[in-house]
């Protein structure tokens, strides 16, 4: 289950993120999607194979480095687009001693925050 960066209640350990930030597949994929962009899309611009690529796109949304949204299409092939979901990310030794992540997201725009109001609102009816 890949987790929402945004309204996610559980953030993801430094560990996670570090190992995601580690793999320089990972970094090439959110080196490339400078827009919001579907796996064969980032097939095209990538050197990843495509069954690596989606292993890879899994890993990073689970690390909630990217947001994973549904395009709908008119003939009902829909397509799951990526975007980066972080703008810094602050790697730090918390009281214990222990890594802490920090993730700084960026602003979310009118449009995102009416989708998220909508989805609420049909997760209570």
Request: aromatic residues 4%.
């Amino acid at each position: 289950m890949v987790r929402d960066p945004i309204t996610s209640e559980s953030a993801p350990s430094a560990e996670e993120i570090c190992g995601a930030l580690d793999d320089p597949d990972c970094r090439d994929i959110i080196r490339h999607l400078d827009e919001p962009m579907t796996a064969a899309e980032l097939n095209a611009r990538c050197d990843i194979p495509q069954s690596t690529l989606y292993r890879k796109l899994e890993l990073l949304t689970e690390a909630t480095l990217l947001e994973e949204s549904t395009e709908i299409r008119r003939d009902g092939h829909h397509a799951s687009k990526y975007t980066v979901a972080f703008s810094e990310i602050t790697i730090a030794l918390d009281e214990d001693r222990s890594l802490a992540a920090r993730i700084d997201r960026p602003p979310r725009t009118a449009d995102e925050r009416l989708a998220d109001l909508w989805t609420e609102v049909r997760e209570e009816l």
